[in-house]
């Protein structure tokens, strides 16, 4: 089948197919997953180097499931996430010393965006405020607004509630806002 | 209490709308040497296509047809308790029961087949 066909079919049959010895669709997971695996790694990493691995790892790991992959139990993606999520997590807790939910909450008024922040510049400000974030409330806030889950999959990827994942992810917007909107005229953002 | 000066939610997405557009249009895609080593990766582990082999979850499927072809869990159900009630009748037969059980005590005859009905003799003699 060729490679624009197999687009049309889901990550469930593609997965299937590759499990039944269809290198096509290896290729078309491969093109359609990578990215995702590699955005979310990234954002949680904030090493570009270490999310190249950890998305190459959690592929391989799909490819290893796919032979016992059972269709329409959970979705592929949310399986992928939550893969990801915790290859990047070990390497976090190997770089750091102390646990991370010990990480205090950002302070409110803490100085906010600097000058250098312009239009251009606004993505690596929150980048680097997303590092700054508290683990899970990261995990939400990434997995909500760059991934576009819906809340229910992001608690399964994360391991809690769904009404916990709306309070991770109203927390960790109000700390990023703690954060980067300090001082709005700096950030353009006043008319 | 709340704070006054405290925003709301809303707000909060509202300022925070421009840095997300943002990171989103800057983020990099994959490198073509990870989608190379993903596929490599895929390719060495590709399982080999082979003939279908009845899963145990549809041989076990088929037990519970059969299961329910028998009448399932209720018919399991009754023929435990008949079962149960029967052994424990004869171990232990009701006091009403007892006049009736004693009529056919002593009276169980051996019942034989009489030779004279089926000469094994004569027969093995005719060959």
Redesign the interface.
């Known amino acids: 089948m060729p490679l624009d066909t197999m687009s049309e079919l889901d990550d469930d049959a593609l997965l299937l197919r590759y499990g039944a010895g269809d290198p096509e669709a290896a290729a078309a997971l491969t093109f359609r997953l990578t990215p995702r695996a590699l955005s979310l790694a990234t954002r949680l990493l904030g090493d570009a180097v270490e999310a190249e691995d950890v998305a190459q790892e959690a592929m391989l790991r799909l490819w290893k499931m796919a032979p016992g992959w059972r269709p329409g139990e959970a979705k592929v993606t949310t399986w992928l996430y939550t893969v990801v999520r915790n290859l990047a997590t070990d390497r976090l807790r190997k770089r750091r010393s102390v646990a991370l939910d010990d990480i205090p909450e950002p302070v409110d008024q803490q100085p906010g965006a600097e000058a250098r922040m312009l239009n251009g510049e606004r993505a690596e400000a929150l980048n680097q405020a997303l590092a700054d974030l508290p683990e899970r409330q990261r995990i939400a806030v990434v997995l909500r607004h760059f991934e576009g889950m819906a809340n229910p999959d992001i608690a399964e990827v994360i391991g809690v509630s769904t009404e916990a994942v709306e309070s991770l992810i109203a927390r960790g917007k109000r700390n990023l806002h703690a954060r980067l909107v300090g001082d709005k005229q700096k950030l353009g953002l006043e008319e | 209490m709340t704070d006054r000066n405290q ?1 709301s ?1 809303r707000e ?2 509202a ?2 709308a ?3 557009t ?10 073509d040497n ?2 190379a ?3 490599k ?3 060495r ?6 003939p279908a082999r009845p899963t145990p979850a549809r041989r076990f499927s088929r037990l519970i047809d059969i299961w329910q072809g028998l009448g399932g869990w209720q018919a399991a159900t009754a023929f435990g308790l008949f079962l149960a009630l029967g052994i424990w009748l004869g171990y232990t037969p009701p006091s009403g029961l007892e006049p009736v059980a004693d009529q056919f005590s002593g009276q169980i005859e051996t019942v034989g087949v009489a030779s004279d009905y089926f000469p094994l003799d004569d027969m093995l003699n005719e060959g």
């Open positions: 925003k939610d909060i997405s300022d925070l421009a840095f997300f943002a990171a989103k249009k800057s983020a990099a895609g994959p490198s990870l989608l080593a993903v596929l990766d895929a390719e582990l590709l399982p080999t296509p082979g």
